[in-house]
């Protein structure tokens, strides 16, 4: 499963990355590390980007992004 299938409210933890080498330095340097939990939060009127909560700090990533961070185990938050 990739972040930008996580739906609002659920859960998981980042497996990888697989962007390009500054896009994924970006997003190491915000804290999307491996095994770090990460959140949907809410999406933007248009659908994209969707904020995503990362180490309590909220961060808007946009789709194609999205597609390429693997996620494992998704979990309800409720």
């Known amino acids: ?3 930008s299938e996580l739906k609002i409210g659920e859960k998981a933890k980042i497996k ?5 080498s500054d896009m ?3 997003l190491w340097d915000l804290g999307f590390t ?8 809410q999406a933007s009127p248009s659908g994209d980007p969707v904020a995503y909560r990362v180490r309590g700090t909220i961060f ?19």
Request: no cysteine; proline share 0%.
């Open 24 to 26: 994924t330095r970006r």
């Open 16 to 20: 990888t990355l697989d962007l390009d």
């Open 60 to 78: 808007a990533v946009r789709k194609k992004d999205a597609m390429q961070v693997e996620l494992w185990e998704v979990e309800s938050h409720e």
């Open 34 to 41: 491996k095994g770090t939990e990460i959140e949907a939060i």
């Open 1 to 3: 499963m990739n972040l």
